[in-house]
Each structure stands twice: as structure tokens, then as C-alpha cells.
């Protein structure tokens, strides 16, 4: 049975203005219903497929800030989110997340300010600012995951080390574990490879669901690691 907060997602196209470019990303043509029925579910893809519009869309539709942060975040420094959300119907299960976080590297830095706007003496601030871009974004990761909570993440692996990225995988794991569930855009084969965790790929023209190994993230990296010279010599001479 369906255990998670948000079970899938229903599209109603109609309601996306007839000129807007969400009618020709690729991967949404003819989607009208997605299931979420896993702890943690990725989004993979090319460049520019359509993963982030998705996960944004999800967001704002669920109520969370569009530049991220908890639902508790309410700030814009630039408004640039798509319509998407207006055609979404969340189908929600009947638990209800303890706590909940959209965490977006491209917009870290400003949550990051505004974390500190929001510090009080009680609430002291974790200082993201004081520390590396990985260093920082890691912290705010494990300050914010926790059991029964719902995340959504866009490429949380882009400040980290391989090593750094091992331990978030264990952190995401572990809350999935104690009830937490995961959106997860990702280009890392090392997230990916998080165990019983569902993958959609947003290339060939559809969402559909994926295997590891059927990745490009994965392939490209066997590829490399096992093919080196090879690859190099060819691409290279091209
Ligand atoms: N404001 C906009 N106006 C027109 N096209 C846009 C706008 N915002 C995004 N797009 C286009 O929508 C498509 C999907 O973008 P999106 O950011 O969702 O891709 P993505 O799969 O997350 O890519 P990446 O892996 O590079 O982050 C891209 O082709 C992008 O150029």
C-alpha cells in the first residue's frame, strides 16, 4: 500500500496557457498522471528535460516557496517559476509530514541570507555563509532531514564531494527509512544508487521508469571509469 505523503500527480494541461513553452518540453507530452508509491523517487534526464520545471511545479503546488526553504520560507529575490503548479492535483495520503524542505543548489546562497534573516536568540543561525559551498550545503541537508518529513531536492550532490555525497545518501536512506519521502533531481550516479529507490527519466520524449544501470548518469561514468584512454582517444580525435 501507498504509504507516502504525496501518492502522484495528476495534469490538467488545460490550464497551462496555450503559447507557454511547458507545452513543448518533450517529456510532458501526453503525461497525465505520475505515481509516486516509493520513500524516495529521482528524477534523471538530459539537460533541459524538464526534471526541476517538475519538481518546482510540485513544490509550489504542495506550498513550499519557489526559491526553497521550508513552508515557513517566504521570500522572492527573483520571481521565475513556471504555471506548471496550476495544473498539478497533488493526491495526498492520509499521514501528513512532520517537516518539510525544497532545497534547490541554484538557490542556495539566498536561502542561506535568509536563514540568517530569520535567526533569533532562541533560533540561533547556522551560519551557511561561514563555511565552504559544500561544507554549507551539507549542513543545511542534515539540519533539515528528519523522520517523517517530505523533501524535495534539485541536484543536492552540485557542492559535494564524492565522500560528502556518500554521507547524504546515508542521511537520506536513514529518514526514508523512519518514514520520511524523497523527490530527488539528480545527476549523480552516486545518489542514484541509494537501494529500492524509484527512477523516472525524462529523455525519449516521456517520463518513464528507469533502472540504475539504465541511467546515462550510471552508463557515462562505467563508461568513463572503465573505458578511459579508449573514450579519451576517440572523443579526443574527433
Ligand atoms: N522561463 C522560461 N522560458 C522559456 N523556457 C524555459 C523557461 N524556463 C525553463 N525553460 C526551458 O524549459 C526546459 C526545461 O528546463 P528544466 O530547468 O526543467 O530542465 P532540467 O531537466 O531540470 O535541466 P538541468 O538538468 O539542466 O537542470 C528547458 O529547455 C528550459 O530551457
Redesign the pocket.
Known sequence: MNQQFIQSVLFDWEKVGRGS??RE?EAFQGLERLELDHPITF?V????????????AIAVAHGFNPEGGSKNYRFSTRD?H?ELWKALRLVKGHRREKWGYFLRAESFYNVATQEESYADALHPSAGYHEKSHGESFLALAQNNLRANGLYLL??PEAALSPQRQLSLLVQIDRCAKDGAQFLI?T?SPILLGIPGAAIYC?DQGKVHPCAYEETESYRVTELFINNRQALLNRLLKE
Do not use: M
Open positions: 513553452y511547458l518540453i528524477f534526464g538530459e539537460n533541459g528535460s524538464g526534471k526541476s520545471t517538475l519538481l518546482e521565475s513556471s534539485d541536484e533531481v545527476h525524462f
